[in-house]
């Protein structure tokens, strides 16, 4: 649930409402949306450590859910943006700075990690993340469907791998943000994405080393 800043400005222009993938919505009138609806109204209080918060009587793994959807939503959404800048020839390996490389498996289609570049490492991460969104056993939409027992494995890898796309973007594409004037949405986004994720213990702290600096930067100055 971005701010209404983030939404606006991601959703006005041509440049703006740009998506790496098609945007994963959640159908109008089921509880999802409505819990969509209560994360978006307690965002414009600007409390973002309240606003992660499980509300009253939620069920945990619905509330992962929508905001796992979200979240998926806001990085195709801040991706798209600088998607010109991030190329085969400039980003030819999938990195968040010179210490970090990632190599991408599904256990799947591709069972052993391969090395590849940043936009295909990121095509085929948002393809799979898309991929269980769409699958109703792991993401239910129906009222009364259960959720399955390996529910929270898949949303934890989901959360884990999107987080590369943050630290990438930070790392190699940060300047390309500034000139476009996103960067105030850019933090405001994973500064409620970290927050979510820890709220709930979703990312092993050495998954979120990249960014270190960054989240506790970002957290004392909430404190």
Same mark, same amino acid.
């Given at each position: $649930?971005?701010?209404?800043?983030?939404?606006?400005?991601?959703?006005?222009?041509?440049?703006?409402? @740009?998506?790496?993938?098609?945007?994963?919505?959640?159908?109008?009138?089921?509880?999802?949306?409505?819990?969509?609806?209560?994360?978006?109204?307690?965002?414009?209080?600007?409390?973002?450590?309240?606003?992660?918060?499980?509300?009253?009587?939620?069920?945990?793994?619905? *509330?992962?859910?929508?905001?796992?959807?979200?979240?998926?939503?806001?990085?195709?959404?801040?991706?798209?943006?600088?998607?010109?800048?991030?190329?085969?020839?400039?980003?030819?390996?999938?990195?968040?700075?010179?210490?970090?490389?990632?190599? *991408?498996?599904?256990?799947?289609?591709? @069972?052993?990690?391969? @090395?590849?570049?940043?936009?295909?490492?990121?095509?085929?991460? $948002?393809? *799979?993340?898309?991929?269980?969104? #769409?699958?109703?056993? &792991?993401?239910?939409?129906?009222?009364?469907?259960?959720?399955?027992?390996?529910? $929270?494995?898949?949303?934890?890898?989901?959360?884990?791998?999107?987080?590369?796309?943050?630290?990438?973007?930070?790392?190699?594409?940060?300047?390309?943000? $500034?000139?476009?004037?996103?960067?105030?949405?850019?933090?405001?986004?994973? @500064?409620?994405?970290?927050?979510?994720?820890?709220?709930?213990?979703?990312?092993?702290?050495?998954?979120?080393?990249?960014?270190? #600096? &960054?989240?506790?930067?970002?957290?004392?100055? #909430?404190?």
């Amino acid at each position: $649930m971005a701010s209404k800043a983030l939404r606006l400005c991601l959703c006005s222009g041509n440049r703006s409402s @740009k998506t790496f993938k098609p945007k994963k919505n959640i159908p109008e009138g089921s509880h999802q949306y409505e819990l969509l609806k209560h994360a978006e109204a307690t965002l414009g209080s600007g409390n973002l450590r309240q606003a992660v918060m499980l509300p009253e009587g939620e069920d945990l793994n619905e *509330w992962i859910a929508v905001n796992t959807v979200d979240f998926f939503n806001q990085i195709n959404m801040l991706y798209g943006t600088i998607t010109e800048f991030c190329t085969e020839t400039s980003c030819s390996v999938m990195s968040a700075g010179p210490r970090y490389e990632y190599h *991408w498996a599904d256990g799947t289609n591709i @069972k052993k990690p391969i @090395k590849c570049s940043a936009p295909k490492y990121i095509d085929y991460l $948002m393809t *799979w993340v898309q991929d269980q969104l #769409d699958d109703e056993t &792991l993401f239910p939409s129906k009222i009364g469907v259960p959720f399955p027992k390996n529910f $929270m494995s898949v949303a934890k890898t989901i959360l884990k791998r999107l987080f590369r796309v943050y630290a990438h973007i930070y790392h190699q594409h940060f300047d390309s943000v $500034m000139q476009l004037q996103e960067e105030a949405h850019l933090n405001t986004s994973f @500064k409620h994405f970290i927050f979510f994720v820890q709220e709930f213990n979703l990312i092993d702290r050495r998954e979120l080393a990249p960014l270190q #600096d &960054l989240i506790e930067k970002l957290g004392s100055k #909430d404190r």
